[in-house]
């Protein structure tokens, strides 16, 4: 199975182009994938980020100057057209793809290294999302919204790679992120929970945050630099977020993740439930403790 022949790129304001690949880091300091010399830019502004076979969104990380797309602040991740206009501070940049033809110079190469390689692995699942998004977006002010979401992406994917997880991909005003399985992988999970719980009681801005645990179907494709997860455990996560939504709860687990977390006693039942598309009701567990205000 071939990806289509992508080649995707940043074109600078002198022509320059920046190639991208994988996770993109835009900003002041020299560990950015893609530095930027202006004052004006923050030392970590903003990441563009490879997700699925094809796509790249950008997130700002509650950088001061904002970043804008054609125009317009962004206040969550946004996922980039052909044409695009990024502008950070004073520097201006344009998102570029082309689909290449097989008969295209660079065709062979490309499609030599867009073959997917799949593979299955058991995997952590979390999905995570800012409650009432747009009702906070209505009730803040415009200068002050977008850099407290973007701080909330910075803050939240430091915790995941911190914890040894893995950003598969953001979702607008949430994420979705892994853990591959393994002796001890729910030692780095139980920590990334404990460390986003402390996040709860503290964020300006409320979210939530549920995990599952189950197999899934890990495809990589090598100009993308980032794996796709795939699989009915996949989508059964996202499904779990409505219902922890239902219940009240900022913090849900399925049963399965409760069990492979070891935390039999230190969580509580908090309601069985169907799952839309899945055959049965299903326990799902909150950690113990008050919740998070």
């Known amino acids: 199975m071939n990806a289509p022949l992508l080649q995707t790129w940043l074109r600078l304001s002198d022509g320059r182009q920046h190639a991208l690949k994988g996770t993109c880091g835009i900003g002041r300091h020299p560990t950015n ?3 930027l010399s202006s004052s004006e830019v923050s030392r970590r502004h903003a990441i563009i980020q490879a997700q699925g076979e094809a796509e790249f969104w950008i997130v700002d990380l509650g950088s001061a100057n904002g ?3 054609n125009g317009r602040r962004l206040s969550q991740a946004v996922r980039l057209r052909n044409g695009d206009v990024i502008r950070i501070a004073d520097v ?3 998102f570029a793809t082309e689909i290449l033809s097989a008969m295209h110079p660079s065709g062979k190469a490309v499609m030599a290294s867009t073959m997917i390689r ?3 692995a058991e995997c952590w699942l979390m999905v995570a999302d800012i409650e009432g998004s747009t009702k906070l977006a209505q009730n803040t002010a415009p200068e002050k919204y977008p850099r407290l979401t973007g701080t909330w992406f910075k803050e939240c994917r430091q915790i995941i ?3 040894g997880g893995h950003m598969s991909k953001y979702l607008g005003d949430g994420f979705f992120c892994y853990w591959t399985g393994g002796e001890g992988s729910h030692i780095r999970v139980r920590q990334a929970i404990a ?4 996040a709860q009681a503290t964020s300006s801005l409320p979210f939530r945050v549920v995990l599952h645990h189950g197999s899934a179907v890990l495809g990589s494709v090598p100009t993308m630099s980032e794996l796709n997860l795939h699989g009915p455990e996949v989508n059964f996560v996202f499904r779990i977020e409505k219902i922890a939504a239902n219940l009240g709860q900022r913090m849900l687990f399925s049963e399965k993740a409760m069990h492979q977390l070891q935390a039999e006693n230190e969580v509580v039942l908090a309601g069985e439930s169907p799952v839309d598309g899945y055959t049965g009701n299903f326990k799902f567990y909150a950690p113990l403790g008050p919740k998070a205000a």
């Open 33 to 35: 994938t893609l530095q």
């Open 67 to 69: 970043t804008y797309i």
């Open 92 to 94: 201006e940049l344009e």
């Open 118 to 120: 799949m593979e299955q």
């Open 161 to 163: 790679d911190d914890c």
């Open 195 to 198: 460390n986003l719980r402390a």
